[in-house]
């Protein structure tokens, strides 16, 4: 799933002062790196040329690249997706859930930034299997808000009666995936475009009349 945009990891940064920095601003720097360059070309020597620091202090925080990359995922990409979590107990629980997803989608390059990673992440996770539990679990948790939020419309007469809550919930973030793979890969307007039509079918199924 690499949606890289940029092979080059060339670092411009002096070398003669190595600065200290903690286990905070080393994930900092592998998050960005992920987004530019892909998962594949990362290594410690690249990150610590991209944090300006030596290869032992990235060794003191992290004991290996699969240490330092479940650190990403840990503090970057799973908080962002346990975000829902309240929505089913939102005052107005669908048009919070509408605006949570559409702010999620990478409309903008934070959000691109972050879909990168996570995406990238996902692949990685495909052929390693603590970090497919990990996700795994993540999702569960979204299903299982999900499910609850869809419930909780179809009890305030905000979806149909015969709505099948678990379906739409796992409809819901598989199309969520398919549409942000979509937007990296399009030209501005057709990912405008691709946002808009997930968004719609979001819509689609609930009743904000």
């Known amino acids: 799933m690499a949606v890289k945009t940029s092979d080059k990891t060339d670092d411009k940064s002096p070398k003669n002062h190595p600065r200290r920095i903690g286990s905070a601003g080393l994930i900092n720097v592998a998050y960005d790196f992920i987004s530019m360059h892909g998962l594949d070309r990362l290594t410690f020597r690249h990150i610590a040329n991209q944090a300006n620091c ?32 309240l929505l089913p107990h939102h005052s107005d629980p669908a048009i919070a859930f509408l605006e949570a997803i559409k702010n999620g989608l990478p409309y903008n390059d934070a959000t691109r930034n972050h879909w990168r990673v996570r995406l990238e992440l996902m692949g990685f996770a495909a052929q390693n299997p603590i970090f497919r539990t990990r996700f795994r679990h993540a999702e569960s948790a979204r299903i299982i808000y999900l499910e609850k939020l869809f419930s909780r419309l179809k009890s305030l007469g905000k979806m ?21 793979l979509a937007m990296l890969t399009a030209k501005d307007i057709d990912r405008v475009a691709t946002g808009d039509a997930f968004m719609d079918w979001l819509k689609s199924i609930l009743d904000l009349d």
């Open 160 to 180: 149909s009666k015969d709505t099948d809550v678990s379906k739409c919930a796992t409809q819901t973030i598989q199309f969520e995936t398919g549409a942000a």
């Open 54 to 85: 030596s290869l032992g202090t990235l060794t003191y925080h992290f004991s290996s690249r699969d240490d330092l990359i479940s650190a990403v995922l840990s503090d970057k990409i799973l908080p962002a997706m346990q975000q829902g979590a």
